[in-house]
């Protein structure tokens, strides 16, 4: 075995501390991200609005990136760019997309799959609008685009140190959402 895998052998996983308090399950998918993220605020985890972007480039190699969560609601995950970065023409040519949320002091994730809508322009104006004057610098409005992750699939994991972790997984059908223990993706 070589010192890298030593080294990674040897290091600490799921250190954290879950909550004592299991969460109910809620009907739909977007009421229970947001007490798990209230949790995570309220448990001080640096930047719990924080989450990567998976997408896929034009030959079909994944790509990978942390964003800033802008909002959760029933229309979706939102995000926010620019038209020229690689995600735009990436989700041009593929508008499906993941994002992944890791609460490392609590032992959670919670991931997203699904097709991804632009917003109205309004929207994305708004979204440019609320940013700092310095983060502001150079973008032109045109350019600022807000989207949304509309999930078909939302994982919800919790972490356990005697690895019986649990999952519960939202699937998108028809006629609202399918839950269950285990993993539908």
Not at 68 to 81: E, N, P
């Amino acid at each position: 075995m070589d010192e890298t895998c030593k080294l990674l052998r040897a290091l600490p996983a799921l250190s954290g501390h879950p909550p004592a308090a299991v969460e109910p399950v809620h009907e739909e998918p977007e009421t229970l991200f947001l007490r798990w993220l209230q949790t995570a605020v309220d448990a001080g985890v640096a930047e719990p609005h924080a989450m990567t972007l998976s997408t896929v480039d034009n030959v079909g190699v994944p790509d990978a990136r942390v964003l800033i969560l802008k909002d959760v609601d029933r229309r979706g995950w939102a995000f926010a760019s620019t038209r020229s970065s690689a995600k735009a023409s990436q989700l041009a040519a593929n508008p499906q997309a993941a994002l992944t949320f890791w609460w490392q002091p609590l032992m959670r994730s919670v991931r997203v799959r699904g097709q991804v809508v632009e917003a109205s322009r309004e929207e994305s104006l708004e979204d440019l609008q609320a940013r700092s004057e310095v983060s502001r610098a150079g973008i032109e409005p045109e350019q600022w685009v807000l989207w949304r992750v509309v999930p078909s699939n939302v994982e919800f994991w919790q972490g356990s140190t005697d690895r019986r972790h649990t999952r519960l997984a939202y699937q998108r059908t028809a006629d609202g959402w399918l839950r269950g223990f285990g993993d539908f993706t």
